[in-house]
């Protein structure tokens, strides 16, 4: 009688993916070490020009229309860096000057420009000039009240803080991290975006694929 030779123990779950593993982890190291580093660090190890929000402020559902009346979700530029700001529909010279740093800080990141969006929080009701839409085309023009950006937009613990004087970032997760001062220094607000396109540039992959 033959007796049946005993069969090879199958390779173990560990061993037959060890691979796919080490490349994943390969992989998603870096991305977790940038994050980790830009913002569980202290802040005496960062170098940033523009003022840290601290803790982070999840973007919530706020009251925003379009130009057309039609709702906006600022919530639906996830995934991009938001540059935001907030003004009169009058547009006077200091508007003007944010609307522009917004847009040469956009284009001076040269292929990395399609990463990031512009806002403009209007406060009221009244026209747009068509020579300051023209000129900062591809900017969100959204209608807002006031009171819900209180409430969202952290101003400097300083008596005449105004929102009007500040421009903030939002990270492609969503979170409000980030308020530069007025009248901004082109260069160092050029190197705090160097810095923040490098270390998010795997989140929301990588934010996309745990889902």
Known sequence: ??????ST??????RRYRMLYLLIAVTVAP???SYT?????????????GTLIEPQRPTPALPLKSLDGS??????LRGRWVFVMVDSATCEADCVDKLFHMRQQRTMTGK???????VWLITDGGPLSTMVMREFEGTHFIR?????????LPLPATPDARLEDHIWIIDPLGNLMLRWPRNPDPGRTKADIAKLL???????RIEKTDR
């Open 1 to 6: 009688m033959n007796e049946t030779a005993p």
């Open 9 to 14: 123990p199958p390779a173990s779950h560990w």
């Open 31 to 33: 991305v977790l070490a």
């Open 37 to 49: 580093a830009y913002y569980l660090l202290p802040p005496s190890g960062r170098t940033n020009y």
């Open 71 to 76: 709702d906006f979700d600022l919530r639906s």
């Open 112 to 118: 990395d420009r399609d990463r990031i969006e512009r």
């Open 144 to 152: 807002s009240p006031v009171d819900p950006l209180r409430g969202f």
């Open 198 to 204: 490098r270390a998010s540039a795997g989140w929301v």
